[in-house]
Nanobody, 116 residues
């Protein structure tokens, strides 16, 4: 069964850091690009970061460039999102996602709340 499970969310103060993890199962993880999305209350889901399957090339939304880092460990079937210098506007449910046989597969999401 193809599955993605996120973890690592929580409450953090502005300026703080968090690392999200997404563990994949049921497919050959190293063959696929992986993505992190987020959805803030009352807003559409947006793409935050992407990491390539083999060379690890990355791409980021302008809103998180220089603050967030996406990485992967193919031996652990895990993709990470290191978030630093967090702002209240980063508050959202964060999801990992990949495209499997032309179908988007999503995790259940993990909530990140940035507040003092």
């Amino acid at each position: 069964q193809v599955q993605l499970v996120e973890s690592g969310g929580g409450l953090v103060q502005p300026g703080g850091s968090l690392r999200l993890s997404c563990v994949a199962s049921g497919f050959t993880f190293s063959n696929y690009f992986m993505n992190w999305y987020r959805q803030a209350p009352g807003k559409e889901r947006e793409l935050v970061a992407t990491i390539a399957s083999r060379d690890g090339g990355t791409n980021y939304a302008d809103s998180v460039k220089g603050r967030f880092t996406i990485s992967r460990d193919n031996a652990k079937n895990t993709v990470y999102l290191q978030m630093s210098s967090l702002k209240p506007e980063d508050t959202a449910v964060y999801y990992c996602k990949f495209v499997y046989k032309n179908i988007g597969v999503w995790g259940q999401g993990t909530l990140v709340t940035v507040s003092s």
